[in-house]
């Protein structure tokens, strides 16, 4: 058990539809970071937040947004879904912005 | 563009004998490098990492080698057993300032045979 805990597991939802999937990262850990892995495809980096502020941007979409809030919690809005963002959505904490990162079980999300 | 690229999408080892799962890398700003493992239905999972400011770092079973001049690291199981199959991802980064971005490889699936 990493410690990060993702909800929800699962969602279905249809093309042009709007999602919330959410992150609590480990207990003392003040980065969270998003990833993307779509089907045949590695680890996409989407954004990173330290401590509630911005910290990274990686390939995320205008349609995607984020937010940590003050209990470090993370939010990870994705909007106007496409089949083609149908992936899953894997969350990540580390304690520090150079130390190893801890990975949720991730969201899967399907886009019909 | 690829900058961490793992050429082998898998690798069929018998159990007892070595693993080795390599990686190679285009920037040479990178300076900080580590392996993860993923089961299905998880998220990966830390193994180990290396600086640049090593060629060597051994955890256990686990031993990273990492070669800057040919911008080439591997990972070492020995003696693989069959829990270890799994896919491993490379993963890169380089010192921006208060900022790290791991660049992924794509991931080798292992498979340990009994």
């Known amino acids: 058990d990493s410690g990060v805990t993702q909800t929800p597991k699962h969602l279905i939802t249809a093309t042009g539809q709007r999602v919330t999937l959410r992150c609590s990262p480990r207990?003392?850990?003040?980065?969270v970071y998003w990833y993307q892995q779509s089907l045949d495809q590695g680890l996409q980096f989407l954004i990173q937040?330290?401590?509630?502020?911005?910290?990274a941007k990686g390939n995320i979409l205008e349609r995607f947004s984020a937010q940590q809030f003050p209990d470090l919690h993370s939010e990870l809005n994705l909007s106007s879904l496409e089949l083609g963002d149908s992936a899953l959505y894997f969350c990540?904490?580390?304690?520090?912005?150079?130390?190893?990162?801890?990975f949720g079980n991730g969201t899967r999300l399907t886009v019909t | 563009d690829q900058q961490v690229k793992q050429n082998s999408p898998s690798l069929s080892v018998q159990e007892g004998r070595i693993s080795i799962l390599n990686c190679d890398y285009t920037?040479?700003?990178?300076?900080?490098f580590l392996w993860y493992k993923k089961y299905p239905a998880e998220g990966p999972t830390f193994l180990i990492s290396?600086?640049?400011i090593k060629d060597k770092n051994e955890d256990g079973r686990f031993t990273v080698f990492l070669n800057k001049s040919a911008k080439h690291l591997s990972l070492h199981i020995v003696p693989s057993q069959p829990g270890d199959s799994a896919v491993y991802f490379c993963?890169?980064?380089?010192?921006?300032?208060?900022?790290?971005?791991?660049?992924w490889g794509l991931g080798t699936s292992l498979a340990v045979n009994p």
């Open positions: 993963a890169a980064s380089a010192d921006a300032g208060n900022n790290r971005k791991l660049i």
């Open positions: 990540a904490s580390s304690v520090a912005v150079d130390s190893p990162l801890h």
């Open positions: 937040y330290y401590n509630g502020e911005e910290r």
């Open positions: 920037n040479s700003m990178f300076d900080y």
């Open positions: 207990s003392g850990d003040l980065s």
């Open positions: 290396i600086s640049s």
